[in-house]
C-alpha cells in the first residue's frame, strides 16, 4: 500500500498538470459517451415507436370487425357485408405460387452459382444482374409480368401470371439466401463425402443441401414474406376487386389482401363501412405476414440447435 | 521377406499455381505396411499423400507432372476413375468431419451413394465397420444420434470406422490426431497398428514420436523435397542424411 501511495503521489508531482488535464479529458468523452448512448437509444425506440404504433394503429381500427364471418365468408351487398375470404385464400395462392416457382429455380441457380460456375468474368456479370435485379420497383415488375405473362404468354390476368410475378420478384433475395446457406457448409463436409468416392453431384445432394436447407428456407420464407404484401406486382397481373366465390384454376383472376385494401380505400362508393373492412384486411395481412416471418424465425432457430453454432 | 509395392511415385512435381510444392518426388508405399510422412509445416507431406487419392483436383490451379502408380493402374491419369480410386483409397482428414447427420447414416454413407440398397446387408457392414475402428461398444445403443454429439476423439474413429465400410485398400491418414488429447490420440493409434494387418496406410503427422510408433516406414520431407525414406527404425536411430538427423533432435523444424 505504502509502496503504490508513493508512486501515486510521485507521478502526481511529477506531472500535476497533464494529470489534471486527463481528468478533464476523461471527463469530456465520458459526458460524449452518454450522450451518444443516450442518442442511439432515442434512435431506437423512434423506430420502436413506429413499428409499435403502426401495429396499435392498425390492430384497434382492424380488430373491431374481425370475426369468423369475415374471416370465411364471400363479401355481400357491395363490398360492403360479408368477408373477405376469397382475398385471404387469394393471396394464400399468390404466395404458395410464387414459392413454387421461385424456390426451384433460386435453389438451382444458387447451386449453379455456388458449385458449378467457374467464377469467371460472365459469372460475376450474372451476379450483378441478381443483385440489382434486387433493386428494382414493385411497379416496374407488375409492368413486365403485365407484357410477358399476361400478354405475351396469353396467360391472362390470373393465379399464374400473378404467381409468376411475386416469384421473379422474390427470385434475387432467394438466389441470395441460398447462396450464403451453401457456401456456409464446411469445405470439411465436402470433402469427406468426395473422400468417400461419393460424386460432386452426390455430396451437393446428400451433404451439402440438406446441411444447408434450413438457411435456404429462411432465406426463401423471408423473401415470400417481403412480397406476399406486395400490391403492384399484381395490379395488373392478378388481382381483382370482386370475385363470385373462390377461383377454380391457376387462370383465373383473384381477390388478393393488399389490391383488396387498395380497391376499398380507392374505388368504394360507401367507404364509411369499407373503410373499416379496409383496416380489417391489413390486420389480417400483417398477421400473415408476421406468421410467414416468424416461421423462419423458428427454422433458424431449430437449426443453430442442431448444429450447435 | 520384403514386402510388396502398393504404391509407387516416380518423378513427383506438384505446382500451386506457379509454386512448386513438390520437387521429384519418387518412393514406394508398401502393401500392408504404415508409411509415415514427417517433416516441417508446409514441406509438401500432405500435399503428397492428396495426391494418392486426388484430393488436390478439388483445388483450383494445381498440376501434377509425373506418375503415381497403385496396382497398375495409373492414378493421375486422365481416363482414371476418381469416384473408384477414392473407394479404394480412403481418406482421414485432420479435424473429424462427421457429417451432421446421425451416426448409421455417417456409416451408411459410402454404401448409399454406391448403389447399395440392401438394409440388412447394410446394417451388417456397419457394424462390422464399427467393431473394426473399436467404436461399436461406446456407440452401439445409439446409433440414431447426431455424430456431432460425439467426442473428438469418437468422432476420429466414426471418421476412419466410415472409411472401413466400402472396403478399401489403402488409408490415408492427414494427421488424425492433430486436433484430438493424448488418450484418444493413443487409441487412434492402436487403431492404426490392428488396421494394418489388412490395410496399407500412409499417415501424415508432426509428432515425431507417433512416426516411430506407428510406422514401418517412414519419409522425412523438407520444402517439397524427400530428403530421407527408410526402414522407421533406421531413419530414427541411424539416418543417413545430416539433414534427418538434426530434424529428429529438434535442431530445426
Not at chain 1, 103 to 120: D, Q, R
Not at chain 1, 194 to 202: E, K, N, P, R, S
Request: hydrophobic fraction near 45%; aromatic fraction near 10%; proline fraction near 4%.
Amino acid at each position: 500500500m505504502t509502496t503504490n501511495k508513493s508512486v501515486t503521489d510521485n507521478l502526481i508531482e511529477t506531472c500535476p498538470k497533464k494529470g489534471s488535464q486527463q481528468r478533464k479529458l476523461f471527463r469530456l468523452s465520458d459526458f460524449t459517451q452518454v450522450l451518444g448512448f443516450i442518442f442511439l437509444i432515442g434512435c431506437i425506440l423512434v423506430a420502436l415507436f413506429f413499428l409499435g404504433s403502426i401495429i396499435y394503429f392498425i390492430f384497434s381500427r382492424g380488430i373491431t370487425i374481425i370475426s369468423w364471418e369475415f374471416l370465411t365468408e364471400v363479401p355481400r351487398r357491395a363490398m360492403t357485408k360479408g368477408g373477405v375470404a376469397p382475398a385471404i385464400v387469394g393471396t394464400l395462392y399468390l404466395t404458395l405460387g410464387a414459392i413454387a416457382f421461385a424456390l426451384p429455380l433460386g435453389l438451382a441457380s444458387a447451386i449453379y452459382l455456388c458449385e458449378y460456375s467457374p467464377g469467371n468474368f460472365v459469372v460475376n456479370i450474372i451476379r450483378l444482374a441478381i443483385n440489382n435485379l434486387a433493386g428494382v420497383p414493385s411497379v416496374v415488375f407488375g409492368l413486365f409480368g403485365f407484357a410477358v405473362f399476361v400478354k405475351l404468354f396469353g396467360f391472362g390476368v390470373s393465379i399464374l401470371s400473378g404467381s409468376l410475378t411475386l416469384g421473379i420478384m422474390a427470385l434475387p433475395g432467394i438466389i441470395s439466401a441460398a447462396q450464403e446457406a451453401i457456401l456456409a457448409v464446411p469445405q470439411s463436409y465436402k470433402e469427406a463425402s468426395l473422400a468417400l468416392g461419393a460424386t460432386h453431384w452426390q455430396t451437393i445432394k446428400k451433404v451439402v443441401l440438406p446441411t444447408a436447407l434450413p438457411g435456404i428456407l429462411t432465406g426463401v420464407i423471408l423473401n415470400i414474406g417481403r412480397v406476399a404484401g406486395e400490391t403492384a406486382p399484381i395490379l395488373f397481373t392478378a388481382a381483382t376487386f370482386y370475385t363470385r366465390g373462390y377461383p377454380n384454376s391457376i387462370f383465373s383472376e383473384v381477390m388478393a389482401l393488399p389490391y383488396h385494401i387498395y380497391a376499398l380505400m380507392t374505388e368504394g362508393t360507401r367507404p364509411e363501412v369499407q373503410t373499416a373492412i379496409a383496416y380489417g384486411c391489413a390486420l389480417i395481412l400483417l398477421a400473415l405476414v408476421l406468421a410467414i416471418s416468424a416461421c423462419a424465425i423458428i427454422l433458424r432457430q431449430k437449426q443453430r440447435i442442431t448444429y450447435g453454432s | 521377406m520384403a514386402p510388396e509395392t502398393k504404391i509407387s511415385a516416380h518423378d513427383i512435381n506438384f505446382f500451386y499455381g506457379k509454386t512448386k510444392a513438390l520437387k521429384d518426388i519418387s518412393l514406394d508405399v508398401y502393401d500392408k505396411q504404415v508409411t509415415a510422412f514427417i517433416g516441417p509445416s508446409g514441406c509438401g507431406k500432405s500435399t503428397f499423400i492428396r495426391l494418392i487419392n486426388r484430393m488436390n483436383d478439388l483445388i483450383p490451379g494445381t498440376r501434377v507432372e509425373g506418375r503415381i502408380m497403385m496396382d497398375g493402374l495409373d492414378i493421375n491419369h486422365p481416363k482414371t476413375d476418381v469416384v473408384d480410386l477414392r473407394r479404394r483409397v480412403g481418406m482421414v482428414f485432420q479435424k473429424p468431419n462427421p457429417f451432421p447427420k446421425t451416426i448409421y447414416e455417417n456409416m451408411a454413407y459410402g454404401l448409399i451413394i454406391g448403389g447399395i440398397r440392401d438394409k440388412s446387408f447394410i446394417e451388417q457392414r456397419v457394424v462390422t465397420s464399427l467393431k473394426r475402428a473399436a467404436l461399436y461398444d461406446d456407440v452401439k445403443d445409439r446409433l440414431n444420434d447426431s455424430a456431432l454429439k460425439l467426442s473428438g476423439g469418437q468422432q476420429q474413429r466414426l471418421c476412419i470406422a466410415r472409411c472401413l465400410v466400402v472396403e478399401p485398400e489403402v488409408l490415408l491418414f492427414d494427421e488424425p490426431c492433430a486436433s484430438l488429447d493424448p488418450i484418444s490420440t493413443r487409441k487412434i493409434e492402436e487403431l492404426i497398428l490392428e488396421l494394418k494387418k489388412d490395410y496399407t496406410i500412409v499417415i501424415v503427422t508432426h509428432n515425431m514420436q507417433q512416426a516411430a510408433r506407428v510406422s514401418d516406414y517412414t519419409a522425412f520431407m523438407y520444402l517439397g523435397e524427400l530428403i530421407e525414406y527408410d526402414r522407421t527404425e533406421k531413419i530414427f536411430t541411424v539416418p543417413r542424411q545430416r539433414m534427418t538427423e538434426e530434424y529428429l533432435s529438434g535442431k530445426f523444424g
